[in-house]
């Protein structure tokens, strides 16, 4: 009985030590969609740990700081997921939705005007 138990014990924690990016993102996500944004924000930083190359990750985690109010962090995460890939028209988007609320219009409109 005792090996057993030492054996669920050993499975169940290394399985939650082995969860990959997509499993972090989707958790996220699943965060994002019950407002639990600082929640979100600790899950696509994991990701970003994983793969700094994630680029939704960080548009992701933008999206939860800027409803937090934490504009200049999520326009922090919008740049970084543009610099890693430059046509992602929804990053410039919600860039310049940062922007617009930190009263920098024209920032804002450069970033409109890229989307467009």
Do not use: H, W
Not at 12 to 32: D, H, N, P
Not at 47 to 65: F, H
């Amino acid at each position: 009985m005792k090996k057993l138990l030492l054996i669920i014990i050993v499975f169940v924690t290394s399985s939650s030590y082995g969860q990959t990016a997509e499993e972090y993102f989707e958790r996220g996500i699943s965060k994002t969609n019950l407002q639990d944004y600082q929640g979100a924000i600790a899950d696509f930083s994991k990701v970003i740990e994983l793969d700094p190359n994630y680029i939704s990750a960080y548009a992701c985690r933008g999206l939860s700081k800027y409803k937090l109010e934490d504009y200049r962090g999520a326009i922090a995460d919008y740049s970084k997921a543009i610099q890693l890939d430059p046509n992602y028209s929804a990053a410039y988007y919600d860039r310049g939705l940062s922007k617009d609320d930190l009263q920098d219009y024209q920032g804002a409109i450069e970033d409109y005007s890229k989307v467009i």
